[in-house]
């Protein structure tokens, strides 16, 4: 029997027990999620190939299935359950609902899993399910407010309809169709999509909106300013509301902390105040406020603050931060920092493409899967040569700490965020073998510490950019 057939045989076992087990018309009532999950949606994966458990024992980092990463959308704490990944590469979210939620109708769930899909921009297709019920959703269009549950679904099957669809099912959703790209083409993600707007355009379209609202309150509110302050201004603003928004949603800040700022009398001086906060917290250059003498000493109209964190908040923002992939926040600044802001007469402020970008024809952000090659190639080949010539006595980690990484024209920081995932892969692959319960290295759930963490990322990852705007995105992304 071919494993196509196994799973076909298996399914069709699950479809009557389910129907046997929900033949009363209340017996619904008590099936929650959890029990729906266990029950039903990972055998249903399982036998499609999936390593819902990870028998492999995989480190985190290439487990073929992650549960439950914490997110938050619409002000909640949420998460989606699930994130399917081939090797490093996510390829689906998958939101599970209990029985009684109508997956065919309810528009909740739906929007949901589509901003887990857009917002990670990796990820063509998205899957909602209570077993009963699956939905395929397409990941290039951004959900919008008002959508119903059919916005962009690409399938709809309910599980009397399983046998005769397997076909469909093993051809699109198994492991070993999605490794040779079912998803990509079931999406028709070669083709221009009508109305379908990807995350990083949107995202950069947003920049340049809150850029040109402080630009012009700061410049109106600021007669004196320079161009140099108020270029600086703008950035750092936007960098530290950014970075503050993406902590909440990753829940490493209290959740909604920015919205909290909206009812203060002086917004501006009450997010400075939480900014200098986090000066103690993160150590980081972004909160240096012994380095940055200019912020301190401007005004900012509550109206606009209030414009920019309204839009950074769901339901005017329909970003999941806590799933967008730091590459793409990296190519969406290295368009954004193709221009600057100059003041023309009456102090009017307007974007403007810096000369060089000009010159060059535009902005160009090398694309992850070259970054991704070139480090592999070099830290990696590099990494290989420390471990093949280790001497006796010697510690492979410590010498791979001694490993200096530099970029002498970072930009916005593309190959340096590369090399340091490299790393962070590296090093939890081999605490994973080594050391898999020193909990000084590796957390509960098979990540690294934050401390390991920081100590690569000190160790080891150096940049220089003539663009001191440049410099701060790389160290914001890092």
Known sequence: MTAKEEAK?????????????????????????????????????????????????????????????????????????????????????????????????????????????WSNGKTPVAVLTNFEELAIYDCAYMHKDGDGAHIARLKYLHYENYENEFDFLWDVLAKESVKQGSLEFFAGTDTVKKGAISVDVAFLQSLNEWRMELASAIATENLTITENDLNYVVQMTLDRLVFLRIAEDRGIEEENQLQKLLSS?????????????????YNSGLFNFKADTTTSHINIPNKTLKFIIEDLYYPKSQYAFGVL???????????????????????????????EVRKA????????????????????????????NLQEGQDLITEVAKLKIIDPA??????????????LDWHLTYYYQHAPKDYSLLTPDGNLTAKVKKNILLNNIFGVDLDANAVEVTKLSL
């Open 265 to 281: 009398k002086n917004v501006y001086k009450e997010f400075l105040a939480y900014c200098k906060e986090s000066d103690a917290k």
């Open 9 to 117: 045989e298996k399914i069709i076992k699950l479809v009557a027990k389910f129907k046997e087990e929900f033949k009363e018309p209340n017996s619904k009532a008590d099936m929650n999620e959890t029990t729906t999950r266990n029950g039903y949606i990972n055998p249903f994966f399982e036998a499609l190939g999936w390593d819902i458990n990870n028998e492999q024992n995989l480190p985190a980092n290439y487990r073929e299935v992650t549960h439950e990463a914490k997110q938050k959308v619409g002000g909640k704490t949420k998460a989606p359950d699930y994130l399917f990944r081939i090797l490093d590469t996510p390829k689906f979210f998958l939101e599970a609902k209990k029985l009684l939620v109508s997956i065919k109708t309810n528009s909740e769930p739906a929007k949901q899993i589509r901003q887990y899909g």
């Open 410 to 423: 970072c930009g916005s920081g593309s190959f340096l965020l590369g090399a340091y995932q490299f790393l």
């Open 325 to 355: 992939p730091v590459e793409i926040l990296g190519s969406v600044y290295e368009q954004f920092l193709g221009k600057v802001i100059v003041l023309g007469a009456g102090n009017i402020a307007k974007p403007e493409e810096k000369p």
């Open 361 to 388: 024809g535009g902005v160009y952000y090398t694309p992850e899967y070259v970054v991704k090659y070139i480090v592999r190639e070099t830290v990696g080949k590099r990494i290989a040569e420390i471990e093949a």
